[in-house]
């Protein structure tokens, strides 16, 4: 059972629904200690007062901010106190079209769920109206510390939270572009091409086709040097396309797109020319199970003897 992060209730009109607040998904990313360079010894961060130089204790710090030549400290239980609604309620204020946030807002989902089997009823109703309408309700609510701005929204079988950046949080992208002159614009042929490119490559959205290979490739470093190995570095990255080579690139990507999205491995082809990465991805076209536990011998014996699948 998922750890419960938060307890407290969403309101929507005169209707408040005791909920719990649980993480919605879970972070594999292999974790490290530090050792210094040459040793097995730790290296461990401290919180120490930087003008005695002695350790601090957690419950001995307090937040601060410098001000007119001075330091204004505030205690951690005078932030929960000025809290909207002690930081205990969801309250919904808006509801809006789910398809109006621009994706660029969303910041992390959170899975809500009534506390206990007597509101299953009323949390039910406002996850199938919201179903039915296509709306989000937009509220704000204080976890940790911060308030954060959130859309709560219905999914297959229970309430979503999404916490949202606000708007003075969100950079101009204009600042990101300088001032293009016309050569920066593509013609309608180049338009035309990429299209066909991006219609040949399209599909449906099925998560499961995507795997964390370099959570798996860092596994197999580990794996190896325990063995007395050493990393064998990847492949380059493509260089950049020349403006003058972009119609060239172009003209054999839909080539290859027409041909289908990658080329099959053939039984006569030299798998050893291709890097690791290549052929993790020539194993994935070819639907192989348990790719990324292989070894590189496993990998290509493996596609060696998976016939390709049919265009």
């Not at 990101?176 to 219609?199: C, H, R, V």
């Amino acid at each position: 059972m998922p750890r419960k992060i938060w307890t407290g209730s969403i309101n929507f009109g005169l209707v408040t629904i005791p909920v719990g607040l649980y993480a919605a998904t879970e972070d594999h990313t292999i974790q490290f200690h530090q050792y210094e360079r040459g040793t097995t010894d730790r290296v461990r961060y401290k919180r120490v007062n930087e003008r005695t130089g002695e350790e601090v204790g957690y419950s001995d710090i307090v937040k601060g901010r410098e001000a007119d030549g001075g330091v204004i400290t505030v205690d951690p239980a005078e932030l929960e106190e000025i809290a909207p609604g002690r930081s205990r309620t969801i309250d919904i204020s808006t509801f809006v079209e789910l398809a109006e946030i621009d994706p660029v807002h969303f910041q992390k989902t959170y899975w809500l769920a009534p506390n206990s089997s007597e509101h299953y009823r009323p949390y039910n109703l406002l996850r199938r109206a919201m179903q039915k309408t296509g709306q989000a309700g937009i509220a704000t609510f204080v976890l940790r510390g911060k308030q954060y701005l959130t859309a709560v929204r219905a999914d297959d079988e229970v309430l979503a939270l999404n916490t949202l950046y606000f708007a003075d949080e969100i950079r101009d992208p204009g600042e990101l572009l300088e001032d293009q002159s016309e050569q920066a614009a593509p013609t309608d042929k180049e338009i035309q091409m990429a299209t066909t490119i991006i219609e040949s490559m399209s599909g449906a959205w099925n998560p499961e086709d995507y795997e964390d290979t370099y959570t798996a490739r860092v596994e197999e470093l580990l794996a190896e040097k325990a063995r007395g190995g050493e990393a064998v570095p990847s492949e380059a990255p493509p260089q950049p396309t020349n403006v003058t080579d972009l119609t060239e690139a172009l003209r054999r990507s839909v080539d290859e797109a027409r041909k289908g999205r990658k080329p099959k491995a053939k039984a006569s082809e030299d798998l050893s020319a291709l890097s690791k990465a290549e052929l993790d991805d020539r194993a994935k076209q070819l639907g192989i199970k348990g790719r990324s536990k292989m070894k590189r011998a496993e990998l290509e014996e493996a596609i060696t003897n998976t016939p390709a699948k049919a265009s």
